[in-house]
């Protein structure tokens, strides 16, 4: 079974970046696609993007086009997503997730406030 | 992009009782990739199906899904007093991955 622990939660300026990390456990890092989904507060849940670990390639919501980096390093089995131009609508929990049937393992989340 | 909605947008049941789900999607999933999962407050989405029809490890067998096309549902056979929370659709069919908005199922 997959386990995917996440970096703490962030505090952030309008217009900084943040960088969020999600380490891989207990299941082969490059066998699943691994993906990004994002739920603002009292809202529901939003795809940004994924990753294909072997293969390194990414693919991402339209929405998040040139403003989000999802990356995978294999030696670390750690994905990270990069999410840049932060505004305050950008405050939401975080969540990494690997997919092998649908999204099936989800980290704890990650909490990024965006605030001046 | 292609679109789901869920219906109703809140439903209020009774423990025991039976729990109907709707998904309609915009246009056709493709090989019914279609998943549904279950969120209660604090906590992270839980998949209980996929493949429409298929229970991930671990999912009481009270619940099912069904469907194809473009039409999907969540059923609960009878509601334990831990399956009040709110349930979501999901397509994983395209390249851009689609939620609907949400059902909360709550206490009558």
């Known amino acids: 079974q997959v386990r995917l622990v996440q970096s703490g939660a962030e505090v952030k300026k309008p217009g900084s970046s943040v960088k969020i990390s999600c380490k891989a456990s207990?299941?082969?890092?490059?066998?699943?696609?691994l993906n990004w989904v994002r739920q603002a507060p009292g809202q529901g849940l939003e795809w940004m993007g994924g990753?294909?670990?072997?293969?390194?390639?990414?693919n991402y919501g339209e929405k998040f086009q040139g403003r989000v980096t999802i990356t995978a390093e294999r030696s670390t089995t750690t994905a990270y997503m990069e999410l840049s131009s932060l505004r305050s609508e950008d405050t939401a929990v975080y969540y990494c997730?690997?997919?092998?049937?649908?999204?099936?393992?989800w980290g704890q989340g990650t909490l990024l406030t965006v605030s001046s | 992009e292609l679109v789901l909605t869920q219906s109703p947008g809140t439903l209020s049941l009774s423990p025991g009782e039976r729990a109907t789900l709707s998904c309609r999607a915009s246009?056709?999933?493709?090989?019914?990739?279609l998943a549904w999962y279950q969120q209660k407050v604090g906590q992270a989405p839980r998949l209980l199906i996929y493949?429409?029809?298929s229970r991930a490890t671990g999912i009481p067998d009270r619940f099912s899904g069904s469907g194809s096309g473009t039409d999907f549902t969540l059923t609960i056979s009878r509601l334990e007093p831990e399956d009040f929370a709110v349930y979501y659709c999901?397509?994983?069919?395209?390249?851009?991955?689609?939620f609907g908005p949400g059902t909360k199922v709550d206490i009558k």
């Open positions: 997730v690997s997919a092998p049937a649908a999204f099936d393992y």
């Open positions: 207990g299941g082969s890092f490059t066998s699943y696609p």
């Open positions: 990753i294909n670990p072997i293969l390194q390639r990414a």
């Open positions: 246009q056709s999933v493709s090989n019914n990739y």
């Open positions: 493949g429409a029809s």
């Open positions: 999901q397509q994983y069919g395209t390249s851009s991955i689609t």
